[in-house]
T-cell receptor, first 110, second 112 residues
Framework: SQQGEEDPQALSIQEGENATMNCSYK?????LQWYRQNSGRGLVHLIL?????REKHSGRLRVTLDTSKKSSSLLITASRAADTASYFC??????????FGAGTRLTVKP | ETGVTQSPTHLIKTRGQQVTLRCSSQ?????VSWYQQALGQGPQFIFQ???????GRGNFPPRFSGLQFPNYSSELNVNALELDDSALYLC???????????FGSGTRLTVV
């Protein structure tokens, strides 16, 4: 079964706009990670945020974590056509099981 | 520094057969995790190997088994293949069990 659930399932925006994706999870976590996947290929690690952190930045990416609400968000600023991909959150559970959600499919139109 | 390499990239097998998928972890990484990803779904955790021992397992039957070798490369074996085993199988390596993962490009398995 999947732990994280991304919202929305699909998102379509224009190039230059910001994209926000949300992730909710059910149990306590050690850390939460965001990954990108292009067209059924391997996943690319974007950001890891630990359970005692609230916000993290990497280039155009901003991730927030609210452990009281068991939720996280990924913001991509000034989106580009190359950002078109599926984005997954993954939660690191105590039994070394890193659970992925079903993903958000982002389409950035040029 | 090489990334994670998986072989083969594509494979077609008949129901009931056995298959072995291979993964070479990124240099310096001692942990390998395997995932199954059905079309349109997120990756599902199969198991993890840390220093050659199984270090966690998801909800997969015993016919899914694995190995990790002293050089930290790994194999995923699936016996008695079923049609529902058709999926993209992803291998990910990391340094330690709580670090970010580096994924391979996957093996696309089709069971007919």
């Amino acid at each position: 079964s999947q732990q994280g659930e991304e919202d929305p399932q699909a998102l379509s925006i224009q190039e230059g706009e910001n994209a926000t994706m949300n992730c909710s999870y059910k149990t306590s976590i050690n850390n939460l990670q965001w990954y990108r996947q292009n067209s059924g290929r391997g996943l690319v690690h974007l950001i890891l945020i630990r359970s005692n952190e609230r916000e993290k930045h990497s280039g155009r990416l901003r991730v927030t974590l609210d452990t009281s609400k068991k939720s996280s968000s990924l913001l991509i600023t000034a989106s580009r056509a190359a950002d078109t991909a599926s984005y997954f959150c993954a939660t690191d559970l105590d039994n070394n099981d890193m659970r992925f959600g079903a993903g958000t499919r982002l389409t950035v139109k040029p | 520094e090489t990334g994670v390499t998986q072989s083969p990239t594509h494979l077609i097998k008949t129901r009931g057969q056995q298959v072995t998928l291979r993964c070479s972890s990124q240099s310096g990484h001692n942990t390998v995790s395997w995932y199954q990803q059905a079309l349109g779904q997120g990756p599902q955790f199969i198991f993890q190997y840390y220093r050659e021992e199984e270090n966690g397992r998801g909800n997969f039957p015993p016919r899914f088994s694995g190995l990790q070798f002293p050089n930290y490369s790994s194999e995923l074996n699936v016996n008695a293949l079923e049609l529902d085993d058709s999926a993209l199988y992803l291998c990910a390596s990391s340094f330690g069990i709580r670090a970010g993962y580096t994924f391979g490009s996957g093996t696309r398995l089709t069971v007919v």
